[in-house]
């Protein structure tokens, strides 16, 4: 898989979220060593998680995961330079967003290794992924959490609806053009 994202390339954004949310990751049993294949070091990620929690606790914490890493992305700027330009900013909420997903897509697919499409209907906007190998039971939460996080960054601080549908191959993620009333 070839970036443009050095970090994507040695997992550094998904490890220090794990980090940052579990704590040492030695400590609690996860492997420490980076590994260069993004899909490899993912699913150890994943496949730690799934043995030192029960399925709903593993669930939401590689939710809040995928959440972390976006916000350890922005922290670093990598791949996020158009979202952080003024002139984008400044754009109209709805603006915002329809550009937005336009690089989600992509950052998407260079993140987790695995390609998406894009799919806006009037009410929502769904990423759908087909089955990908290596793939473990984890990872649609971990990108769940990313993209509620990109949406709370390019929606102005309006969290939209967000929401995980697994399927057979593969799974899609629903994204509410409409944030929630606060």
Do not use: Y
């Amino acid at each position: 898989m070839s970036s443009n994202h050095p970090d994507a390339l040695t997992g550094s954004p998904f490890r220090a979220a794990f980090s940052e949310v579990l704590g040492d990751l030695g400590k609690a049993g996860c492997p420490v060593q980076s590994t260069d294949d993004q899909v490899e070091c993912l699913t150890e990620l994943c496949e730690c998680l799934g043995t030192h929690f029960d399925q709903a606790c593993a669930c939401g914490l590689a939710q809040q995961i995928g959440r972390s890493t976006f916000t350890h992305l922005v922290r670093s700027a990598t791949g996020l330079e158009d979202l952080m330009e003024q002139s984008f900013r400044l754009l109209p909420e709805k603006m915002r967003l329809r550009r937005g997903l336009g690089h989600l897509e992509k950052l998407v697919e260079e993140l987790f290794g695995i390609p998406v499409e894009v799919i806006d209907t009037s009410d929502t906007i769904s990423l759908e992924t087909a089955e990908h190998p290596g793939e473990h039971q984890l990872i649609p939460h971990l990108e769940t959490g990313f993209i509620q996080e990109f949406i709370l960054w390019v929606g102005g601080g309006k969290p939209h609806p967000v929401s995980v549908h697994i399927g057979q191959p593969g799974w899609s993620i629903l994204i509410g053009k409409q944030p929630f009333d606060l």
